[in-house]
């Protein structure tokens, strides 16, 4: 579930920045040459973006698996492809080897590919729809679950993953090409986290950037091997069930049974550092209130509520509440965003067309360097005939392919969703570039439960979760096209060449996506509500599915009245952010982000918690260090537990077990 944030206020001062640093740039008139869109794809560029786009994907489905909070990394990617591309030449000048300049050009075609890539791995359903598919989810919805029919369950393979995924994600490519000058030169809409990206790149081609990203480059490695051998040093200890530093009882034995402890991930420490303290807080509080407070008291309802001789991973018990109050949240604050953005969107959109003639003379008072990016943006264009018959060509395909793989799913289900779904990805890209958020995911559940209950009882599950992937794909691909076209404009790059790197890093991550759950699927035990690997987005989209087919009486015991209140607590939370005064709203705490942990635990929001803390005392010694080295320092963090999860992996396959096994027992008294 990754996140973007940004204010409008602080991406004015991103673009101005960003102004200054260009006009500077400008004066060198070597580097004022951008060289043609086929130049700016180099073949060191696509295998350092596949050897990148392998890293992360195998990072975030990491995160997928085990908590399904994914931060935004694309800043990171931006940062890796320059150290990636510099030692790359460094050592080549070192043997004597000519090699081309290193471009901001090709810097932003590589993050461009990588994001594409690794984006596959978040929003392609590896932890939530297509996991959700799975015969073990289906048992732990219940066998006997109404809505839950006998078979509708398909075992994830590596052939139908790919086959999927290649049919679906390269609709979103094409959905608003056409539309791209219109939503970044008229509308001027900002995308932060596409400007920030564009900031950075920038930054780091100019003589004084140079000098930062030296340090960030020095930063990066030198906790990237930390990270690594600090996770390869705890692997010794993980010799059996519940070992090692993973399971360190922190705050004692007692806590550590409600799964509040600190696990020693430097995952988790890197992701608080790039996530805000909000966010932090927000899981914490979760935490807090669910295994803290709400699950010791439903648990003493044992025998009044539900069964007492019925298992805790059940629907019908504990396991019932924990997964349906987090839809509640879950639902409650994606519905009020939702509807905010359309708002803001609709709004937006009506005073832009009221004011189609001061969008006109606005033009003529545009800077050079506005004049020079609006030149290279439009030059080298996208034929509209390629976009469109590339759509209809990719939409005939899915209408064919998807009900052949899944019966369940009618081909005019399909072909409704490809009708709507580019005025769908407008309305989202809009709201995206207005507000920072995707809210790709909040579509596609709408389409499962309006699927879910169209389909039938027989049919509802599984049409729904693959519906739902149909339509957030689209949505979240277009999106995501948007920002990077955003960051291409700002670094005068030409938007064929982002496009083909875009579908460059969609065809890599088709194939390496999957291999990268395969690679956890096989080597550990995923979908384990009890284990590391619990996948707690997959039992939530199923069990939404079977919410859209059966209703409310799929809810345990008063499940539904806790439902309502914490539906309802969820807008409340975020019409107080939105209506108080800044210095209090920006302390409500985020219902997404609080529905996390209520099926995961404590521990990991401890490591962002303490992720946080590092930042904020950072900040506080030397905070103008900390503003350009967190983003290393975080991603190296992230980048080197990653790198070990694929040796860790080979290890398990092979059946080579660690030599020790550290566990925390009670002291036993005579």
């Given at each position: 579930m990754g996140t973007r944030g940004g204010r409008g206020e602080e991406t004015a001062e991103i673009e101005n920045d960003d102004v200054e640093e260009t006009r500077d740039h400008n004066n060198n008139k070597e580097t004022m040459m951008i060289p043609p869109w086929k130049e700016q794809i180099t073949v060191r560029g696509i295998v350092?973006?596949?050897?990148?786009?392998?890293?992360?994907?195998?990072?975030?489905?990491?995160?997928?698996?085990?908590?399904?909070?994914v931060p935004n990394l694309n800043v990171s990617a931006a940062l890796l492809a320059y150290v990636f591309i510099t030692s790359w030449t460094k050592i080549l000048v070192k043997a004597n080897i000519v090699t081309t300049p290193f471009t901001r050009q090709e810097n932003t075609i590589i993050q461009t590919c990588t994001v594409a890539c690794y984006s596959i791995a978040v929003g392609g359903g590896f932890g939530s729809y297509l996991l959700g598919l799975d015969k073990k989810t289906y048992e732990q919805a219940g066998i006997d679950t109404e809505g839950n029919p006998p078979g509708s369950y398909k075992e994830?393979?590596?052939?139908?993953?790919?086959?999927?995924?290649?049919?679906?994600?390269?609709?979103?490519?094409?959905?608003?090409?056409?539309?791209?000058?219109?939503?970044?030169?008229?509308?001027?809409?900002s995308y932060p986290s596409g400007t920030a990206t564009a900031v950075l790149i920038n930054?780091?081609?100019?003589?004084?950037?140079?000098?930062?990203?030296?340090?960030?480059?020095?930063?990066?490695?030198?906790?990237?091997?930390?990270?690594?051998?600090?996770?390869?040093?705890?692997?010794?200890?993980?010799?059996?069930?519940?070992?090692?530093?993973?399971?360190?009882?922190?705050?004692?034995?007692?806590?550590?049974?409600?799964?509040?402890?600190?696990?020693f991930s430097t995952t988790y420490i890197g992701a608080g550092m790039i996530c805000s303290h909000l966010v932090n807080l927000s899981l914490?509080?979760?935490?807090?209130?669910?295994?803290?407070?709400?699950?010791?008291?439903?648990?003493?309802?044992?025998?009044?509520?539900?069964?007492?001789?019925?298992?805790?991973?059940?629907?019908?018990?504990?396991?019932?509440?924990k997964v349906f109050i987090s839809i509640a949240l879950i639902l409650g604050d994606g519905l009020y965003n939702f509807l905010k953005t359309l708002l803001c969107t609709i709004k937006s959109m009506h005073a832009t067309f009221n004011n189609k003639k001061n969008l006109k003379t606005d033009d003529k008072n545009e800077t050079l360097d506005d004049l020079q990016r609006n030149e290279a943006f439009i030059k080298e264009s996208i034929p509209i005939w390629v976009a469109c018959i590339g759509y209809l060509f990719f939409s005939v395909i899915s209408i064919i392919v998807i009900p052949i793989m899944f019966p369940q799913l009618k081909w005019y289900y399909v072909v409704v969703a490809y009708i709507l779904a580019p005025s769908l990805s407008f309305c989202n890209a809009y709201g995206a570039g207005l507000t920072d958020m995707n809210m790709a995911y909040n579509y596609g559940k709408v389409s499962l439960f309006i699927l879910a209950a169209l389909a039938g009882k027989d049919n509802g599950v599984v049409a729904g979760l693959i519906g739902c992937g149909l339509i957030k794909s689209i949505v979240s691909i277009s999106s995501d096209l948007?920002?990077?076209?955003?960051?291409?404009?700002?670094?005068?790059?030409?938007?064929?060449?982002m496009l083909v790197s875009q579908a460059i890093g969609t065809a890599i991550g088709c194939i390496v996506a999957p291999l990268s759950f395969f690679l956890f699927y096989k080597a550990f035990d995923v979908g384990n509500p009890d284990g590391e690997y619990k996948?707690?987005?997959a039992i939530i989209y199923r069990n939404m599915a079977i919410l859209g087919v059966e209703g409310f009486s799929a809810l345990p015991?008063?499940?539904?009245?806790?439902?309502?209140?914490?539906?309802?607590?969820?807008?409340?939370a975020n019409l107080s952010r939105d209506l108080l005064p800044k210095r209090f709203g920006k302390w409500v705490p985020l219902p997404m982000a609080m529905a996390v942990p209520f099926l995961v635990g404590g521990?990991?929001?401890?490591?962002?918690?303490?992720?946080?803390?590092?930042?904020?005392?950072?900040?506080?010694?030397?905070?103008?260090?900390?503003?350009?080295?967190?983003?290393?320092?975080?991603?190296?963090?992230?980048?080197?537990d990653g790198l070990w999860i694929l040796p860790s992996s080979i290890l398990a396959l092979a059946k080579i077990n660690p030599p020790i096994c550290m566990s925390f027992l009670p002291t036993l008294r005579s």
């Open positions: 350092a973006s596949l050897i990148i786009g392998i890293i992360y994907s195998i990072i975030v489905m990491k995160l997928n698996l085990t908590t399904g909070l994830p393979g590596l052939d139908w993953m790919i086959g999927f995924l290649f049919v679906v994600s390269f609709v979103g490519l094409l959905a608003l090409v056409p539309l791209r000058k219109i939503m970044i030169i008229d509308y001027k809409l930054g780091f081609h100019t003589s004084k950037g140079d000098k930062m990203a030296k340090k960030q480059v020095n930063g990066f490695m030198k906790f990237f091997s930390l990270s690594f051998v600090w996770s390869f040093f705890q692997w010794f200890y993980t010799g059996g069930e519940q070992c090692g530093f993973v399971n360190f009882p922190t705050f004692g034995l007692k806590a550590w049974r409600q799964t509040f402890y600190f696990d914490l509080l979760g935490a807090v209130l669910s295994w803290g407070v709400m699950w010791p008291l439903i648990s003493d309802k044992k025998g009044d509520w539900f069964p007492q001789n019925i298992k805790e991973s059940s629907m019908k018990s504990l396991n019932g509440y948007m920002h990077d076209l955003k960051t291409g404009y700002l670094t005068l790059t030409s938007p064929r060449s996948a707690p987005y015991r008063h499940c539904l009245e806790l439902c309502y209140g914490f539906f309802a607590f969820a807008v409340a521990y990991f929001a401890v490591d962002m918690c303490v992720g946080s803390l590092v930042v904020y005392v950072w900040h506080r010694v030397d905070g103008r260090k900390a503003g350009f080295m967190v983003p290393a320092v975080a991603s190296g963090l992230i980048c080197g």
